[in-house]
């Protein structure tokens, strides 16, 4: 028998029995040793499941979000620049997400932009080429036949091809040059000379060089110049020549007899001159394009020759000091010009 002491209960002074208590043995040991088996077996269950439920419930949403911006990553990686990943919630995934979308929408803009630079620069060497070719096809024309000694040709005709090829010699001059120009003002290359210049005397210089023509067709050339308005701060030769291709254009569209307006003002602190002049004007589906290289407007105006990129030598002048050139209709064309 296990060692044990006795206790005696006694009440109302008289003792009513005893209490046996073993010394080598507490009754908790004896209870866990037979249960404390079974009660392992459940409460490791009862971790097992409740730890499952709860990676599920926390950390399930956010690995499958992760996993979501994983392969929107792929996909853009693989070139889909429509990838986006989602960007609900408030937490650490979320602000992953809307910067790799940052990301994804500066990327789209760049390659569309890129895109956009691929095509225009294809459809400037094309318009480059034929522009190039029109001139030198004549040439070689022309310059054959010259050559060709079993071909008897009269002084008159001999004479006119080589007019001929003078004249396509010159063409090809000006388009070049025209390239030139636009190459250096559009790239920074050239320097402005800013001066005071007296708007008279730039519009007289303007009128004279287009005299003749002016002239022979019957065509009044107006100036206006608004009191205030009577000097310019800028580079003289560039806007002389900014003036020159618009009155060379105006005149190409304007009819015999017809007026030309040249005019300075001041608005709004800025200086403003414009060209106007009483042809067709410019048809309102054409008014974005007109500033564009090699653009020379549709049939029913009357074009003959220019390259097509005297407007767009205008705007690169104009816009280079940080001044505006638009276009408008009011019975004829109107170009604007706004200095700062």
Known sequence: MPPAELAAIVMDGAPVGRVVVFTDN????????????????????????GGSLIALVV???????????????????????????????????????RSFNHMADELTRRAQALESSD????????????????PLTAMRGYIETLGMSELQLDAPTRERYMRIVS????RLESIIGDLLDLARLEGG??????????????????????????????????????????ELTVDADRLEQAL?????????????????????????????LTVHDSGAGVPDDQLA?????????????????????????????IERPGGTISVGNDGGAVFEIVLP
């Open 26 to 49: 507490p009754p908790f040991s004896r209870i866990f040793s037979v249960v404390g088996p079974t009660m392992g077996l459940v409460a490791g269950g009862v971790l097992l499941v």
């Open 59 to 97: 950390f399930g949403p956010p690995r499958r979000r992760l996993e979501q911006v994983q392969q929107a990553t792929e996909q853009l990686g693989d070139g889909d620049l429509t990838a986006r990943a989602p960007e609900n919630g408030g937490d650490e995934i979320a602000a992953l997400a």
């Open 119 to 134: 095509r225009a620069r294809r459809q400037l060497l094309a318009d480059v080429s034929h522009e190039l070719m029109t």
């Open 167 to 170: 004249e396509e010699t010159t």
């Open 189 to 230: 290359g050239t320097s402005l000379r800013q001066q005071r210049v007296q708007v008279e005397g730039l519009f007289k210089r303007v009128a004279e060089r287009h005299e003749r023509e002016l002239q022979s067709r019957n065509v009044t050339l107006d100036v206006t110049i608004v009191p205030g308005a009577e």
């Open 244 to 272: 020159q291709n618009l009155v060379a254009n105006a005149l190409r569209y304007t009819p015999d007899q017809g007026r030309i307006a040249l005019a300075s003002k001041r608005r709004d602190g800025a200086a403003v």
């Open 289 to 317: 394009l007109i500033f564009d290289r090699f653009y020379k407007g549709d049939a029913s105006r009357r074009s003959e020759g220019g390259s097509g990129l005297g407007l767009s030598i205008v705007k690169a002048i």
